[in-house]
């Protein structure tokens, strides 16, 4: 479905040394249809720069992003609209992902700019059945705004925003992580359902391995801007092959495990 070619992106920054810095370093990866890939790795380690590049919302420094045969990077106007009413993003905070003066309705509904020849009746129904397939009663949603909601229901609501336009690929960067333990399980298991559903797939966002381990079909880790290691998440978990992997997975707390303190 979707294949990353040697992306590379480097930032420059200061007024006048101009410091260079190489956020990705000629990735390589692809996507297949109803599969969920987990990108892991710790802050700093060109995650989001690398789905920001798939979400064509930073241009690469160099390499091609192929979506059904076409490299995006290359898309503009109506063809880059169309990309957009496929590949869809859920991003870390749920609050500053929407207009704070917007109601939950005219945030759905902003959806259907990409896609301008759906009737009312039509946009109606999507945003209902949205909204009931991530577990929300749109009458009690609808009316409010972002800041009337609970972390869990706003990102919630992004979820909703996403399958409304029933896409193929959803990037979802850290989804969970500003969320508190009890609603985070309900959020991991929405994704595997609604994949289930429609048939879409997911680019899975984190820095905790066993998260990953629990909700992928593959992992990726990704260290200083390189993927490092790839595979099925049993053999990444109980096999690691690189030192940053197996540095990952002593950092996931284990029931049996003894702390000792300082």
């Known amino acids: ?57 930073l241009e690469p420094t160099s390499g091609s992003v192929i979506y059904d045969s076409v490299d995006v990077t290359k898309l503009k106007g109506k063809k880059l609209k169309w990309y957009w009413s496929r590949v869809h993003g859920v991003f870390q905070d749920p609050y500053a992902a929407f207009h704070p003066f917007y109601r939950v309705e005219r945030i759905l509904y902003q959806g259907f700019n990409l896609l301008p020849r759906l009737d009312e009746g039509e946009k109606k129904r999507r945003v209902y059945e949205a909204l009931k397939s991530v577990g929300l009663k749109p009458e009690e949603v609808l009316g409010k705004y972002p800041h009337e909601l609970s972390g869990g229901m706003r990102q919630r609501v992004a979820i909703a925003r996403c399958f409304i336009l029933n896409p193929e690929l959803i990037v979802a960067d850290e989804p969970v992580s500003m969320l508190d333990a009890s609603t985070r399980i309900g959020i991991i298991k929405l994704f595997s359902d609604l994949r289930d559903r429609f048939d879409s797939s997911v680019i899975f966002v984190t820095h905790d391995l066993g998260l990953a381990y629990v909700v992928s079909d593959r992992v990726l880790i990704m260290y200083k801007g390189v993927i490092v290691e790839e595979g099925d998440p049993v053999e990444v978990m109980e096999r690691p092959s690189h030192m940053y992997t197996r540095r990952l997975r002593e950092d996931v707390p284990l029931l049996y495990r003894k702390w000792e303190g300082f």
Request: glycine share 8%; charged share 25%.
């Open 1 to 57: 479905m979707l294949e990353v070619r040697n992306v590379s992106k480097v930032f420059t920054v200061g007024l006048f040394s101009r410091h260079r810095i190489e956020a990705v370093k000629n990735v390589s990866m692809s996507v297949r249809k109803g599969e969920i890939v987990s990108l892991v790795g710790e802050s700093g380690s060109g995650k989001t720069t690398l789905c920001r590049i798939i979400l064509r919302l």
